[in-house]
């Protein structure tokens, strides 16, 4: 239902910062719940943050603490602020987003999710 592309991944140092954006189409954005999940080498994909359409957060251990999600309606943009970064933090990250069941609705599984950007690689050297 809408298309969803993330930049802003790069290298940077242990105790670093990066701000990852998803850029997403369609008219539909301001009702979607997003999320951001990562994936590390030989590892499971992971829930890192999602989003209501009213904006209310939740963070699982992670990046709790470290990493803000954010969203701009206006400009169909969904932003993972990620301070303080370490090596364990090195993955590709995907944005994804489904349609909210209500405005104050987030979800944290892969399966809830029905739309995905391709991946942007953060790597955190040590």
């Known amino acids: 239902q809408v298309q969803l592309v993330e930049s802003g991944g790069g290298l940077v140092q242990t105790g670093g910062s990066l701000r990852l954006s998803c850029a997403a189409s369609?008219?539909?954005?301001?009702?979607?719940?997003m999320g951001w999940f990562r994936q590390a080498p030989g590892k499971e994909r992971e829930f890192v943050a999602a989003?209501?359409?009213?904006?209310?957060?939740y963070y699982t251990s992670p990046g709790k603490g470290r990493f803000t999600i954010s969203r701009d309606n206006a400009r169909n943009t969904v932003a993972l602020q990620m301070n303080s970064l370490k090596p364990e933090d090195t993955a590709v990250y995907y944005c994804?987003?489904?349609?909210?069941?209500?405005?104050?609705?987030?979800?944290?599984?892969?399966?809830?999710?029905?739309?995905w950007g391709q991946g942007t690689q953060v790597t955190v050297s040590s």
């Open positions: 994804a987003g489904t349609p909210a069941d209500s405005a104050s609705y987030y979800y944290t599984e892969q399966y809830e999710y029905d739309d």
């Open positions: 989003i209501s359409p009213s904006g209310g957060t």
């Open positions: 369609g008219r539909t954005f301001s009702t979607y719940a």
